[in-house]
């Protein structure tokens, strides 16, 4: 009795959580965020996305990720190479296979982009490809919007939903 | 937003809770993980422990992953309740900190008669990339007789089936992921979608009929009439037809199958070559699967002739055979290099009652420069060693070292 | 044409020329403070030569020294130091009078000072020279004696060719013509020479005779050269020269005859062309500037320039050859302009800029300093019996009038007078009374004028009024900003002996000062330097000033008449007596010149100032400094603290700063009178191909430039500086490739 009582309670409890949360539950994103996307790799030949989300003062326009700002396993990737995407050229780059670091710098001389892809990176893989694969490091990479300010607070998002 | 998950998971905890005083049995299993490069023997420890109590109807457990030396990936929560008829599973993950929480899955279960009803709740969090998002969907499943109905009235989230994928969290810097069976990602809050799914069996000639029918918020979307494996009177050969009217479309696609009849001890896996058109050119031959059982060992051979096609997955997700784009689609780890599987595996009764078991998977690849062309090995043992207390080893050595040695401890009490 | 000056002078002897290490600065050995007592029983003017004098002698390179006086063993001469030349100056320290002679007829005298002279003025030179002529009992066609270039004529025909000829004793000809081998010495009459004369049909000659003191006629076919419409004339044939000497006078003239036949006229050069090329004016110390030479183009020939005149550019101008020197007494750049003149008339002028950056220098001004007191409070008391007054007694106060309360007469020489009670004290304020003789006295301030003080005290022989309370309407100390101790100058520039005096022993600002026209003139004028112009011809004016300032005052005065040039100095006066005149004009128009510094000089604090360049300034980039200081005196130092550290005591420093960042920079200037004013100026110092100006070379600047090169932002004139990163002065894909490369680098 009491058992089927305490499970009421929570049964209970759960569906007024529920009722509670029909409608918008959630807040708009308002997480500045800068991201590699899933590699897709077809043969061996594979490509990253780098994407953008909620960039203020009129979007990014200009990403410079400084020397080991962009790490790579190197012992299954190689011969990067990068295009930008949505008005973004790339300037300079640079990648390391031996030692699996890169840099580069993409600028978006029009405009800028608040959310969406800017960049595409196309290598060769060797072996399975996992998230991890790719990773950025915050400290050595430094955003300016279109207004020409720097964009500090942004974060390297750590999970992903697929 | 991060009261209500919390809300959800105490609720539940609290709800079994006074089950406490009842007999339960606490588990835990604990996971150590090592991962190796050619520079440094531990490159990676990850370290997953799994607590919980298990109630007999209810269990509620907790699971946490680390890795070493500073990266707490996840911390979940989870309570599942089954009294009669009724079932709750909570599912609750949360980040680094606990104010991050990841994601929060919510089903009550309802099953009468032949009808189970399901409703999912799942609030996907900002501090993934894809979120924030919530939803929830309303699944009915009835079984009657030779009918098959699965009706999903969706209201912004999607519950994983043949169609949909559920949604999977992955840490990226570790690439570690876990899987839910509610996707919240369906933009939207009011009713975003309806799928019904009738199945009759045994319909003529077909062995089974499907109808799904698909409504979104901008009404009806396709309605589908599936038939697989309709007879030609070829014994080799059968038909998978699938009509389907969209708005303004209306499709029928008929696939030809090659049917090898049952397998005994060599599986070939071979596909009919249509050449995309109407008619069939041949047979393409991709491989082989040898199974054998002797006594306690299985020894498993899986060649593929084509690694452009098919691929072998990782032991993960089966050592199987799959085609490499349903690889890639589905998410499921693969070797992209290995044609040549061996796998051996050793499983007896153990002492105490649960068993041991003991796997070894040998890959193969193509013109390498090591002895008979070994690339990879992993290996897999799980040993009781008392009653409730069990040891599990794996351990993946990739040429010229070993790459990752996972091992660890199940305990229940 | 002849020549316009001559100079020879009378016979100085120098002594000893100090060392020339010490210049004469204002105050050494020599100087002698003087005070309106001196002045006291001695005629006005003659003041009694006191020991130790020297002469302190700038020449006119500017260069000082001291020379001692010495009597010159022509004693009737005075003491007289010679100059040479135009520019140079000397100063006497201590007050002397000469007593110059009457002149007599051919005489003249050499008296040279210098003054430090503020106005432009010509520099003529007086010469007194003496001429130790002795008549010879009329004049004849003598021989001169050597020391006179007198030549002899012999009367008697000429024949070209023959000379000695006993039938013709004509031993020289006291011709010259262009063909003068001598072209500096035009005088071409050589003692005892012939010529052998060749005239040129169809040529322009000039025949000259000159002889100095006496006049020549020459007269050609009867007719005097001098009458002849035109000094040129042509010679086409053999002519008649007469030469007639006489000293235009009354000493007499012999006349002898001349013929010149047998002319052979031989054609000769054309008529010159003139050209003076090149002059370079050489500038030396006190504002001296000369030049030694011009260079000469033209013909082959050499052209007869028979005179020189010099335009200095200040508004001065003399005639002078090598070499013409001139002292300037302000800074600044003035065209020199010589003008050459040839014999016919025809003249050419060429110019040249001279820049003087050196005349006011304090050294080169020889002048003792006076010590100015801070005001003092006077009170004028005058003692009025039946309305004459009695006495005026000065009393001078110590700090705010207010304070004084009583007034003590000292003691009458005769006793206390019995009706003392007739007596009234008036008390005055220090100007009172003064502003009508004053027309521009500057802020004039008053002072209530007492009632009479009635009641009295005998007090030891003398009176004290007392009063009880005292109202003046303004506090005299405070208003009057004179710092004591202040050196004055006063110099006076003397021509024509007149002098002006200071009678009052220490200037003191808003105290009035008598100047007094010493001397027997006739005073005509007194100019004040503010234009001014004091209708009163009397001897004594008076002047009060409120303000520091410098006061010039000129005093035009005539001679009284018997000729006596009288000098004497005022104080530390300078006296130059310029005229320009090869004779001693009647009525000479003398003018004196008072310098007057009567109150401290430069109480104005030095107004600091200053620009830089460039305005968009990058790191280790040299920005020049150019200070715009101004001050009413000297600035003597500047200290630049450039706020990064660094300092710099150049007046235009150039200095490069190596890190980015806003810098204040601060000069500081002194002047003279150690008073000094700062200024300042935050200079923003950028990196090269930064930007947004953030200090760093980031992925922003590279956006930016970009986007310039593009058209899709704009950029100031310092960012397209900065923006030019390959450094080819202009800013286009090849800077934005090239700092791209450089951030990425970093």
């Given at each position: ?34 991201f ?28 410079h ?8 396993d ?74 020409l ?9 750590v999970y992903?939903?697929? | ?61 907790t ?52 009808i ?30 030779p009918?098959?109905l ?16 559920g ?208 690339a ?14 069990s ?6 050595f ?16 | ?92 320290n ?71 000829d ?85 000493h ?40 030694n ?47 050459a ?47 004459e ?19 003590s ?6 006793g ?33 004028r ?12 003398g ?15 405070a ?33 009035p ?114 200070d715009?200081s ?41 002047d ?14 950028h ?60």
């Amino acid at each position: 009795m009491g058992r089927r009582l305490c499970v009421g309670c929570a049964v209970a409890i759960g569906v007024l959580m529920l009722s509670a949360c029909i409608g918008p539950w959630f807040a708009s994103s308002v997480k500045v965020m800068l991201f590699f996307g899933e590699p897709i790799v077809v043969g061996d030949q594979g490509e990253i996305l780098l994407s953008v989300s909620n960039m203020p003062d009129g979007g990014l326009s200009a990403i410079h990720v400084h020397l080991k700002g962009m790490v790579y396993d190197e012992t299954r990737i190689s011969g990067l190479t990068l295009e930008g995407l949505n008005g973004f050229i790339v300037i300079s780059s640079h990648f390391d296979d031996a030692s699996g670091e890169g840099s580069f710098i993409l600028l978006n001389i029009a405009s800028g982009v608040e959310t969406g892809q800017i960049a595409k990176l196309t290598f060769t893989a060797s072996g399975r490809m996992q998230d991890g694969d790719f990773a950025l490091v915050k400290s050595l990479i430094d955003l300016v919007s279109n207004t020409l300010t720097p964009i500090v607070d942004w974060t390297l998002p750590v999970y992903y939903a697929r | 937003m991060t009261r209500t998950p919390l809300l959800i998971a105490l609720a539940a905890v609290v709800g079994f809770g006074c089950t406490l005083s009842a007999s339960g049995t606490l588990f835990g299993e604990a996971e150590i993980g090592l991962t190796s490069n050619t520079i440094s023997f531990v490159d990676d420890l990850s370290v997953d422990l799994m607590l919980g109590y298990d109630l007999g109807e209810a269990i509620v457990w907790t699971e946490s992953l680390v890795v070493l030396p500073a990266t707490w990936v996840w911390q979940a929560f989870g309570a599942t309740a089954r009294v009669g008829g009724y079932g709750l599973t909570t599912n609750v993950l949360f980040g680094a900190s606990t104010a991050e929480y990841l994601y929060a899955e919510m089903i009550l279960g309802i099953s009468i008669a032949r009808i189970d009803a399901s409703l999912h709740v799942a609030q996907l969090s900002d501090a993934v990339v894809g979120g924030p998002e919530g939803g929830w969907a309303l699944r009915i499943e009835a079984d009657a007789g030779p009918f098959d109905l699965v009706s999903t009235t969706e209201f912004g989230a999607q519950i994983d089936d043949e169609n949909n994928d559920g949604i999977t969290i992955f840490h990226a810097p570790t690439s570690q992921s876990r899987h839910y069976a509610t996707d919240p990602r369906i933009a939207g809050v009011g009713f975003t979608g309806q799928q019904t799914r009738l199945a009759y069996l045994d319909f003529c000639c077909a062995n089974r009929i499907e109808a799904a029918l698909a409504i979104t918020c901008n009404g009806f979307q396709d309605l589908r009439f599936t038939v697989a494996g309709l007879g030609t009177g070829i014994p080799w050969l059968f038909i998978d037809a699938d009509l389907s009217f969209a708005v303004d479309q209306k499709k029928l696609t008929l696939s030809p199958g090659l049917q090898l009849g049952e397998a005994v001890c060599l599986d070939l896996i071979a596909s009919l070559d249509t050449g995309g058109g109407r008619s069939v050119n041949g047979i393409e031959f991709h491989g082989a699967e040898l199974l054998c059982t002797l006594g306690d060992v299985t020894v498993r051979d899986i060649t593929l002739l084509d690694l452009s096609e098919y691929v072998i997955t990782a032991e993960s997700h089966g050592s199987r055979i799959e085609k490499l784009a349903d690889a890639i689609s589905n998410r499921h780890d693969f070797y992209p290099e290995y044609w040549q599987l061996l796998s051996i595996r050793y499983e007896r009764e153990g002492c105490c009652g649960d068993s041991l078991s003991v796997l070894l998977n040998t890959y193969f690849e193509r013109n390498s420069t090591n002895l008979f062309d070994i690339a990879f090995m992993h290996a897999e043992a799980v040993v009781p060693l008392a009653r409730s207390l069990s040891f599990t080893l794996a351990a993946e050595f990739e040429h010229p070292s070993m790459r990752e040695l996972v091992f660890g401890f199940s305990i229940a009490w | 044409m002849e020549r316009t000056m001559r100079k020879r002078t009378v016979r100085v002897l120098l002594g000893v020329v100090l060392a020339l290490a010490t210049l004469c600065a204002p105050g050494l050995a020599g100087s002698v403070t003087l005070f309106a007592d001196d002045f006291e029983g001695h005629a006005v003017g003659t003041l009694p030569i006191g020991p130790a004098e020297t002469w302190c002698m700038v020449d006119r390179f500017g260069n000082a020294s001291t020379i001692p006086v010495v009597e010159d063993e022509g004693g009737s001469h005075g003491r007289v130091l010679r100059i040479d030349s135009p520019g140079a100056s000397a100063r006497l320290n201590v007050g002397r009078t000469f007593a110059i002679p009457a002149r007599q007829p051919g005489e003249s005298l050499t008296l040279e000072f210098d003054i430090r002279l503020n106005d432009a003025r010509t520099n003529w030179f007086a010469e007194l020279v003496d001429r130790y002529y002795t008549p010879s009992g009329g004049f004849g066609c003598v021989t001169q004696e050597p020391r006179a270039p007198v030549w002899q004529l012999m009367g008697a025909h000429y024949k070209a060719g023959t000379v000695g000829d006993p039938l013709y004793p004509f031993n020289g000809i006291a011709v010259s013509t262009m063909d003068s081998a001598d072209p500096q010495n035009p005088n071409g009459p050589r003692e005892h020479e012939d010529y052998d004369i060749e005239l040129e049909v169809g040529r322009w000659y000039t025949v000259r005779v000159e002889h100095f003191g006496f006049r020549i006629d020459l007269s050609l076919d009867g007719v005097k050269v001098q009458e002849l419409q035109s000094p040129y004339y042509e010679l086409d044939s053999s002519h008649d020269w007469m030469l007639n000497i006489g000293d235009g006078d009354s000493h007499g003239s012999a006349t002898c005859d001349i013929s010149i036949d047998n002319v052979r006229v031989v054609r000769k050069a054309e008529p010159l062309q003139m050209y003076v090329v090149l002059f370079e004016p050489e500038t030396g110390a006190c504002g001296s500037a000369w030049i030694n030479g011009v260079t000469w183009a033209g013909d082959a020939v050499f052209n007869y320039v028979n005179r020189l005149s010099w335009d200095w550019g200040d508004g001065t101008s003399n005639d002078s050859w090598f070499p013409a020197a001139h002292r300037y007494r302000q800074n600044g750049t003035y065209t020199v302009a010589v003008t050459a003149w040839g014999p016919y008339g025809n003249s050419v002028t060429e110019m040249a800029d001279v820049t003087i950056t050196n005349a006011l220098d304090p050294a080169c001004s020889c002048g003792p300093n006076v010590t100015v007191d801070a005001p003092i409070p006077v009170l004028h008391v005058s003692i009025i019996q039946e309305g004459e007054v009695e006495r005026v007694i000065d009393i001078a106060g110590a700090g705010n009038l207010f304070d004084v309360t009583e007034i003590s007469l000292g003691s009458f020489n005769s006793g206390v007078p019995a009706n003392l009670s007739d007596y009234e004290v008036v008390v005055f304020g220090i100007n009172d009374g003064y502003e009508a003789d004053i027309p521009w006295l500057a802020t004039p301030f008053s002072l209530p004028r007492l009632t009479t003080l009635r009641s009295y005290v005998e007090s030891g022989g003398g009176v004290v009024w007392t009063h009880d309370s005292l109202e003046w309407g303004q506090d005299l100390g405070a208003d009057v900003e004179v710092p004591a101790g202040v050196d004055y100058q006063v110099d006076a520039d003397r021509s024509g002996g007149v002098a002006i005096e200071l009678v009052e022993e220490h200037p003191i600002a808003r105290q009035p000062f008598d100047l007094r026209a010493a001397g027997d003139w006739f005073v005509s004028e007194w100019t004040h330097t503010t234009g001014g112009v004091l209708t009163t011809a009397l001897p004594v004016v008076r002047f009060a000033f409120a303000d520091p300032s410098d006061h010039n005052f000129y005093l035009s005065a005539k001679e009284s008449g018997d000729g006596r040039v009288v000098v004497s100095e005022l104080g530390h006066s300078i006296w130059q007596f310029v005229y320009g005149g090869t004779t001693w004009p009647d009525d000479l128009e003398a003018k004196l010149f008072v310098n007057g510094l009567f109150w401290a000089a430069n109480v104005v604090p030095p107004d600091a100032g200053f620009s830089y360049a460039p305005d968009c300034v990058l790191t280790d980039e040299a920005v020049d400094f150019t200070d715009m200081s101004t001050d009413d005196g000297a600035i003597g130092s500047w200290t630049w603290d450039f706020g990064d550290g660094t300092s710099s005591g150049d007046q235009h420093p150039s200095h490069a700063f190596s890190s980015p960042g806003t810098y204040t920079v601060v000069l500081a200037v002194t002047d003279n009178q150690g008073l000094t004013g700062t200024a300042s100026h935050d200079v923003r110092v950028h990196v090269r191909g930064d930007l947004d100006g953030d200090g760093d070379l980031d992925v922003a600047d590279v956006l930016i430039l970009y986007r310039y090169v593009n058209g899709l932002h704009p950029l100031d004139p310092c960012q397209e500086k900065r923006a030019d990163i390959d450094l080819d002065s202009d800013v286009d894909e090849d800077d934005a490739r090239a700092l791209a490369e450089v951030v990425f680098g970093l």
